[in-house]
């Protein structure tokens, strides 16, 4: 029963792999978005976002705000080259709450998060958390549900497997075996997607990763289990309700309306989805550099802005609003309630209630992140999932000899802050659990144990040279597996961390162990057995998908992930080399690519020297 | 939203929405509430609510429906709102045995925390995909007879027995407040937060509340 279970698992693992990782077909729905067709330019607005009407030429004060963000633009450009002299300074302060142009965004949030220096530090290690979670994760179906439900709206996640899904779906599942306490949560979609839309996937994953762990963010707590921290600022938010809007908090209470229905989105994610996207963006702008207190301020700043109209409101009128109309345009001005926000956020200093009491040891990580957690048995099950190898009941027990997780000891440059060690107040840039390299020698690193194995699972296809023992008739027909990216990337010297001078990771007493008996599979012709024929949903790949979505409805694929096409090795050679989208955009696109300024600002940002860590004035 | 000047109600029954993540609760809620079916639908964090008032013969009902989101580690958020609901719609998706699966958990889940008067219909969600169905009607609407819960295949995208399904569900519990209104002189109900609305409408049972069944 378990070992049919985890068949059941695999299968859909790589299924939900396979999608991610294949190239996409000539002919997909993406093509014909990348194309010339100059009227997707006008129905994409200022952010990205799809508009189903064709937007009218820019208003005055639209073209107003263009020109003064292009000015802004300039400036920054000019802070940014010089980001030791002005990244503290209170003039940076001054202009970032005015909104930071979307042109230089990536790099601001970048520098203030300091992920520079955390990638350079952890060089190779979201790659060895990518392979690993591959192999892995048990999010992996929970996290494709919701990339399929992640800014769908957006030009950049509107294709469904394209190449900025597939960005966002390897740094979700990076994440969770990064940080297994707090694993895959949803909310982290659309803050990974908002990020994404400003940085690369692996500066979206540290930026993910600084944002749960710095003390002045602390994410770790809002999602971790339980949800301790969302309880500790709502418990507060009340307290500040009770303090400076205590009419309008006998009003909510009246009519029932608690904090937990309407922050929760709020803290969770930083207003994102409950604010129009423009001023979302230019509050993100403000917690990455000044953290939680935003979230306070704001929370109150909201309530305060619209306090008449809400006294009026009667519960479904109040959650109405607050959950629908605010995510509408406002009549204010963005860079008008950004400075409510500062005047709310001096307010809240001076009453002394800016920030809740100290956080409790519950939020704080308890284990050292980028750790090997999990049993390399049965990673090594996932690691070659071909259909011949998961069929072997027998087979499946011997790969499986004797579950056991291995509990590393604890590590030399552990870096996890005790749990009674209370929040400094004011901004720095040490993360609360510093992520941790591979351990002592004799550690067990699970992402050392597939070395032998995968490098033999690109010459899977030439497996399917035995006699099918499957029924003719069955749901799936006897085909190799698609490989894990891992595999093929394993297979190639640069990405083999032997090979990788800088890879930090490979720790040098490692032993690599031996490929076992087991190991050797892949001599037979796979087949699915016939248990499996109704039961598991992952396998049948011919359903319609209900995956598509956007204005532009194309049919679906028929690349090998979605039809029975073998898997040639020409094709092998592609899974790695999706076509990046900016990189398809001609030059008579880029002018609209730019106002989707992650387009351009992408390739821009790897390359950014490490910056002097970012101290607040405040 | 439904919040009309012109509403004038008997009743506010509180009904939630539960099941496994990504069946369908938030679409079906803003197809019954709105008419309407995103196919970019966000995931729901946390609680979310809509209203609609339906009328069932002379009755005139606002319907507070709570869509709660499916993660099981927002459970230890969601379930605080089951108290007072006085309906339920379990949500599976029946192209996914898995959602289905588990409907006894959500049941108990339910059960420990709203009253054990409570009623529930169990949906199958996504009808539209028969295809892909894996779910067998005949199953799903054993296992409902077994547990004494209604029983529906709805589709949020084509409409199908949507309106049907929150009609049922409100019709027992009107059936049920009722009978119990009959049985008793003494009308148990009792008066949650978002009923003021309705308070000065008039006497008796022009009054709105919320049921305790």
């Known amino acids: 029963m378990n070992q049919d279970l985890e068949t059941l698992m695999a299968l859909e693992r790589a299924h939900i792999l396979a999608n991610y990782t294949q190239a996409r077909p000539a002919g997909s729905p993406g093509d014909a978005r990348e194309s010339a067709d100059l009227s997707l330019c006008r129905l994409t607005d200022h952010h990205g976002f799809l508009q189903e009407k064709e937007l009218p030429a820019l208003s005055p004060r639209e073209a107003k705000q263009h020109r003064q963000e292009t000015r802004r633009a300039d400036k920054w450009v000019k802070m940014l080259g010089n980001w030791d002299h002005y990244g503290p300074s209170e003039k940076m302060r001054r202009r970032l709450y005015k909104g930071v142009p979307p042109q230089v965004r990536g790099q601001v ?86 990020l994404l839309m400003f940085l690369g996937e692996e500066d979206a994953f540290w930026a993910l990763a600084q944002l749960m762990s710095l003390e002045t963010h602390a994410m770790h707590g809002f999602f971790a289990p339980g949800f301790p921290k969302l309880a500790r600022f709502q418990r507060h938010h009340d ?3 009770e303090k400076e809007l205590k009419g309008l908090k006998k009003h909510l209470d009246e009519q029932g309306l608690s904090a937990g229905l309407y922050t929760t989105k709020w803290f969770l994610q930083c207003f994102i989805g409950r604010t129009p996207i423009g001023l979302t963006l230019k509050l993100w702008d403000a917690y990455i550099l000044d953290g939680e207190r935003v979230l306070t301020a704001m929370a109150y700043t909201v309530l305060r802005l619209h306090r008449k109209h809400l006294l009026k409101l009667p519960l479904e009128g109040l959650q109405g609003f607050l959950q629908d109309t605010l995510a509408q345009p406002w009549a ?71 579950t056991h997780t291995e509990q590393p000891g604890p590590l030399p440059r552990q870096a996890v802050i005790k749990a009674e060690q209370p929040l400094r107040e004011g901004r720095s840039t040490q993360p609360l659990a510093a992520p941790l390299r591979p351990g002592p020698p004799g550690t067990p690193v699970l992402a050392q144990l597939p070395q032998q194995r995968c490098s033999s699972l690109p010459n899977l296809p030439g497996h399917q040279g035995g006699v099918c023992r499957g029924p003719v008739d069955m749901a799936l027909r006897p085909q190799p597996w698609a490989p894990f990216p891992s595999a093929t990337a394993r297979a190639t010297p640069v990405a083999t961390p032997q090979t990788s001078p800088q890879n930090v990771s490979g720790s040098p007493g490692m032993r690599t162990p031996q490929p076992r008996k087991e190991d050797a599979v892949g001599h037979e012709t796979p087949f699915l057995p016939w248990g499996l024929r109704s039961s598991c949903p992952c396998v049948r790949l011919d359903r319609p998908s209900r995956d598509t979505c956007g204005p532009v409805q194309s049919p679906q694929p028929q690349g090998p992930a979605h039809a029975w096409a073998p898997l040639t090795a020409s094709w092998m050679r592609n899974v790695h080399s999706p076509r990046p989208l900016e990189k398809s955009l001609g030059p008579e696109r880029l002018w609209a690519a730019s106002t989707v300024p992650c387009l351009l600002t992408l390739d821009f940002l790897e390359d950014r020297t490490p910056a002097r860590r970012y101290k607040s004035l405040t | 939203m439904g919040n009309r000047a012109e509403e004038d109600y008997n009743f506010v029954f509180k009904v939630v929405l539960i099941g496994e993540s990504g069946v369908g609760k938030t679409n079906l809620l803003s197809r019954f509430t709105r008419n309407e079916f995103k196919q970019d639908s966000r995931t729901t964090i946390g609680v979310e609510f809509s209203t609609r008032t339906v009328t069932l013969g002379t009755a005139a009902i606002k319907a507070q429906i709570w869509d709660t989101a499916g993660l099981e580690r927002y459970r230890a958020i969601t379930s605080a709102y089951y108290r007072g609901a006085v309906g339920a719609l379990l949500v599976f998706d029946l192209t996914k045995h898995q959602t289905y699966a588990v409907a006894e958990r959500w049941l108990k889940e339910l059960y420990d925390h709203a009253e054990a008067t409570i009623v529930v219909m169990l949906v199958g969600n996504k009808s539209d995909l028969q295809q892909a169905r894996e779910v067998p009607t005949e199953e799903a609407r054993m296992f409902a007879e077994n547990n004494g819960l209604l029983f529906l295949e709805t589709s949020a995208l084509d409409s199908t027995n949507v309106e049907l ?44 509340c919320c049921i305790s069944l």
């Open chain 1, 109 to 194: 949030w970048a520098l203030l998060l300091d992920i520079p220096k955390v990638k350079s530090t952890h060089q190779g290690l979201y790659e060895k958390m990518k392979e690993r979670a591959q192999l892995s994760c048990k999010d992996i179906k929970q996290i494709d549900l919701d990339v399929n439900r992640t800014f769908r709206n957006h030009i950049m996640f509107q294709d469904r497997y394209g190449v900025r899904q597939q960005a966002l779906f390897h740094v979700l599942l990076a994440y969770s075996v990064y940080n297994p306490e707090v694993g895959y949560c949803q909310g982290m979609s659309d803050i990974v997607g908002l």
């Open chain 1, 239 to 241: 307290i500040i309700m």
């Open chain 1, 332 to 402: 204010l001005e963005d860079e008008a309630v950004l400075r409510h926000l500062r005047a709310s956020m001096a307010h809240l200093r001076r009453r002394k209630c800016d920030l809740p009491p100290p956080a409790g040891p519950e939020e704080l990580p308890k284990m050292p992140l980028g750790q090997e957690h999990g049993s390399p048995a049965l990673t090594a099950l996932f690691l070659s999932p071909t259909l011949e190898s998961l069929s072997r009941a027998d087979g499946l027990a011997s790969l499986v000899p004797a």
């Open chain 2, 165 to 208: 399904a929150f009609q049922m569900v409100l019709k027992e519990i009107l059936t049920k407040v009722s009978k119990q209104r009959q049985s008793s002189s003494r009308t148990n109900a009792i008066t949650l937060g978002g009923a003021q609305a309705g308070q000065e409408q008039g006497p008796g049972e022009k009054r709105a």
